[in-house]
């Protein structure tokens, strides 16, 4: 089993920033793609920034410019600097990592942590 746990959310007001992390655990072996989603109230879950093994990032269109992706692989770490926050950020963000652990690959989800972009 490999957990994610997820933290660096809150309230933010606009242009502010905020720096979330998502830190993975178990026997993990090795991490191919490391990737931030989010889900607005009444919207569908999308992918906001990705970045693989090879360290190849990609970035929503709404995002680009305001938002970084980074990893520490000796921490099986991936984080999300936010930048100039506008309140259309405003979502539940969670995390998803995928790799490989000793009997097999792993696929799993962050708890989720709420981003609140608000004057």
């Known amino acids: 089993q490999v957990q994610l746990v997820e933290s660096g959310g809150g309230l933010v007001q606009p242009g502010g920033s905020l720096r979330l992390s998502c830190a993975a655990s178990?026997?993990?072996?090795?991490?191919?793609?490391m990737d931030w989603y989010r889900q607005a109230p009444g919207k569908q879950r999308e992918l906001v920034a990705s970045?693989?093994?090879?360290?190849?990032?990609n970035y929503a269109d709404s995002v680009k410019g305001r938002f970084t992706i980074s990893r520490d692989n000796a921490k099986n770490t991936v984080y999300l600097q936010m930048n100039s926050l506008k309140p259309e950020d405003t979502a539940v963000y969670y995390c998803?990592?995928?790799?490989?652990?000793?009997?097999?690959?792993?696929?799993?989800w962050g708890q989720g942590t709420q981003v609140t972009v608000s004057s």
């Open positions: 998803n990592i995928k790799g490989r652990i000793d009997y097999g690959r792993f696929d799993s």
């Open positions: 178990g026997s993990i072996f090795s991490i191919y793609a």
């Open positions: 970045i693989t093994s090879g360290s190849s990032i």
